[in-house]
């Protein structure tokens, strides 16, 4: 914790002398995906899960932030399903992405706690078997159903 807050505060005094980026240069995840001003994915990487229900119930707000309404997992609700820009980008981390999750590109161990990179969640779908990356160690699988 206290080296990510040591990492953090060397990355913003070094941003600080760099010179300003181009006007024309935006980042991939400039892109606002929510409702109503409140984010998909929270700060901690999380889905907020009130947003989800919301983009769900309004169909016109799913297509605006990117998604589409589809059925997932085995009761085949329908959600709506964002897929980010950066989908299968190299991760260590899920604050390395815009779904807020980084997944092993290939299983490690079931009990987890391997050195791994990953790759960003194509979608915010939360079905399936899938293990997680955090701080560059690969957590037990997850399956949701």
Same mark, same amino acid.
């Given at each position: 914790?206290i080296?990510k =807050?040591?990492?953090?505060l !060397?990355a913003? %005094?070094? /941003?600080?002398? +760099?010179?300003?980026a181009?006007?024309?240069?935006?980042?991939s995840?400039?892109?606002?995906?929510g409702?109503d001003?409140?984010?998909?994915?929270?700060?901690?990487?999380?889905?907020?899960n009130?947003?989800?229900?919301? =983009?769900?119930a309004?169909? !016109?707000a799913? %297509?605006? /932030?990117g998604? +589409?309404l589809?059925p997932?997992?085995?009761?085949?609700?329908?959600?709506?399903?964002?897929t980010?820009?950066?989908?299968?980008?190299?991760?260590?981390?899920?604050?390395?992405?815009?779904s807020?999750?980084?997944?092993?590109?290939t299983?490690?161990? !079931?009990s987890?706690?391997?050195a791994?990179?990953?790759?960003?969640?194509?979608?915010?779908n939360?079905?399936?078997?899938?293990?997680?990356?955090e701080?560059?160690?690969?957590?037990?699988?997850?399956?949701?159903d």
């Amino acid at each position: 914790m206290i080296r990510k =807050l040591f990492m953090a505060l !060397a990355a913003l %005094a070094a /941003a600080s002398c +760099a010179a300003p980026a181009p006007a024309t240069e935006t980042p991939s995840t400039a892109t606002f995906i929510g409702i109503d001003g409140r984010p998909l994915v929270l700060a901690d990487g999380m889905i907020d899960n009130a947003v989800q229900q919301a =983009l769900t119930a309004n169909p !016109a707000a799913c %297509a605006r /932030a990117g998604g +589409a309404l589809q059925p997932v997992c085995r009761m085949q609700m329908p959600m709506c399903l964002i897929t980010f820009t950066d989908a299968g980008k190299s991760c260590t981390d899920g604050a390395h992405c815009g779904s807020g999750r980084c997944y092993a590109a290939t299983p490690t161990a !079931a009990s987890g706690g391997s050195a791994t990179t990953g790759q960003c969640a194509p979608t915010n779908n939360p079905c399936g078997c899938n293990q997680r990356v955090e701080d560059g160690v690969a957590l037990p699988t997850l399956c949701v159903d």
